[in-house]
């Protein structure tokens, strides 16, 4: 394969009734290709008019840009989209993009579902956009969104609800997550965090289970530990993305997915 001096990122997105939230993170991102999700009956509906307009200012914004349009199915349709983005994702991977970003604040509820389920179950990463400024006025919004004086919002009627389908997503390890707060806990402290002073306090809290072999070779129970330390902890928080160093030499901090991690998993308050 051709070496390429340039990574190829991809960003996918719903377009429902927004502009700005599709357009702009796909500048931010420099993305060179972008797969938009829509549903339009006719074309020149509501629907269709949001579409074409995210379209002209991408093209308008990033000139040159691939666009790739999904309109087989109904964006309101969970499972329809998960089937759809999983696709998209591992077609964007095959086709050789180094980076798959999901848009996670576009488009209805089931859509953003499908988008942040696909992410974890791929190697795409899911983000999210928030709104700094509103084009409703807050003076207007009594206007648009009460009726006879009462708050109802943007939904006069609904559809009865639906359960979406179930797809197991299995949590992070408990020990390696626990043993990660340590470490983070340590860090911040600035506490030295050797192999020797990181064990003992996985000792102290309980998260130490392994024994050294006595006597199995000329290697030091310390250096069995040691070694045990790096593969089963240090390595597999790298392997996650949890962990990361500036250069040789320097210690390994929490990264913020790490920090996230520990702060949101086995955590009791």
């Not at 009726?147 to 979406?164: A, C, E, F, Q, T």
């Not at 024994?211 to 129970?221: E, H, I, P, Y």
């Amino acid at each position: 394969m051709p070496r390429r001096d340039t990574l190829r990122c991809a960003v996918l997105a719903c377009v429902a009734f927004e502009t700005v939230k599709v357009v702009r993170p796909v500048t931010f991102y420099g993305a060179d290709e972008v797969h938009l999700f829509h549903y339009s009956r006719s074309g020149d509906d509501i629907y269709g008019k949001f579409y074409s307009e995210v379209v002209r200012l991408l093209k308008l914004g990033v000139p040159g840009i691939r666009i790739v349009e999904h309109s087989k199915d109904p964006v309101y349709d969970f499972p329809a989209m998960l089937r759809a983005l999983l696709d998209c994702i591992s077609k964007a991977e095959a086709d050789g993009c180094d980076r798959v970003l999901v848009n996670a604040s576009s488009g209805p509820a089931q859509f953003t579902a499908a988008a942040v389920v696909a992410s974890f179950m791929t190697g795409a990463r899911a983000f999210t956009v928030g709104t700094k400024e509103y084009t409703v006025p807050e003076e207007d919004i009594e206007k648009l969104y009460f009726r006879g004086g009462l708050p109802v919002g943007l939904s006069g009627k609904i559809y009865d609800p639906r359960l979406i389908t179930d797809f197991p997503i299995k949590m992070p390890d408990e020990g390696l997550v626990r043993a990660l707060r340590v470490y983070r806990d340590m860090r911040d402290a600035m506490l030295p965090v050797s192999a020797h002073n990181v064990i003992d306090a996985l000792k102290e809290n309980g998260l130490w289970s392994y024994s050294a072999n006595r006597g199995s070779s000329r290697t030091s129970d310390f250096q069995k530990e040691a070694m045990y330390y790096q593969r089963h902890f240090i390595d597999e928080w790298k392997s996650r993305g949890w962990i990361s160093k500036k250069g040789r030499g320097s210690k390994y901090d929490l990264t913020e997915d790490g920090r996230n991690i520990a702060d949101t998993f086995y955590n009791k308050s």
